[in-house]
């Protein structure tokens, strides 16, 4: 079987002398979908941050595109194509949204403005709003600063943790409409959900986190069915 394109795998860690990750695993394809479920406190954000070289690793191993990245700071990790959206404070709330989105373009050299342009497609309510202090926007038009800000970097992988926290539910379906858009560009997206139905049912894989292990892992619609997996994680 080939290797994934980004693969964190059999990582081990957490914070001080307190292991928090036991042996878990993550990946993505290529311009797949990728979501990873579990109670609260079970590891997600920590396994994210271990992905994108926010934490040291006391075993296992990153890998993007077969390359061992494992000792990458996160900064090195975005110069080789990927973007974390953090789970809180990610976006400079007293920056305009078009200040934002420069930001996120910041390691480039390049002409950005294409960038923004695709940005502002796929969030047209940005471009309305682009002159305003991001921090006056809606829930869930902060969340698509931060999606477009990730995005400005052009990766390859766009890591997300619980995008749709606190939004509504029709706006939670907006944005997953728009992750599943910018997936079909062929970018991977990796994404820790709390709405756990909703995201499996656009996961072309699943991953259920419990205590810092992977308790469950399968396509999205094999775990939306397994009895088991509804009864303790999806709420029956
Ligand atoms: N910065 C930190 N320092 C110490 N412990 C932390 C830190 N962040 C999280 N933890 C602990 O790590 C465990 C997993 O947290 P987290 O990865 O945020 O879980 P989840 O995202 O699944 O809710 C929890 O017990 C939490 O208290
Ligand atoms: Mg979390």
Request: contains cysteine; proline residues 4%.
């Amino acid at each position: 079987m080939a290797e994934p394109f980004l693969i964190g795998e059999n990582m081990t860690g957490g914070y001080g002398a307190v292991d928090i990750l036991h042996g878990c695993t993550l990946a993505v394809e290529k311009g797949e979908i990728a979501v990873i479920v579990g109670p609260n406190g079970a590891g997600k954000s920590t396994a994210m941050k271990a992905v994108f070289g926010m934490l040291k690793l006391r075993g296992g191993a990153v890998r993007l595109a077969g390359e061992d990245i494992t000792t990458l700071t996160p900064q090195a990790r975005v110069a080789k194509g990927m973007a974390f959206v953090p789970q809180t404070q990610n976006i400079f709330t007293t920056m305009t949204v078009e200040e934002n989105l420069e930001m996120g373009a910041f390691l480039r050299r390049d002409d950005i403005k294409g960038t923004m342009a695709q940005v502002y497609d796929l969030f047209p309510i940005l471009k309305t709003k682009r002159y305003q202090a991001a921090g006056e926007l809606s829930g869930g038009q902060r969340q698509q600063v931060a999606v477009g800000r990730a995005l400005m970097t052009q990766p390859k992988v766009l890591m997300l943790d619980e995008p749709t926290a606190g939004v509504s539910p029709i706006v939670m379906d907006e944005l997953f409409d728009r992750i599943i858009e910018v997936a079909r560009t062929g970018i991977s997206i990796l994404m820790v959900e709390q709405n756990a139905r909703q995201a499996l049912e656009i996961a072309h894989k699943g991953y259920v986190l419990v205590q810092g292990s992977n308790r469950f892992t399968d396509t999205g619609q094999a775990l939306m069915a397994d009895p088991e997996v509804r009864r303790s994680f999806l709420g029956g």
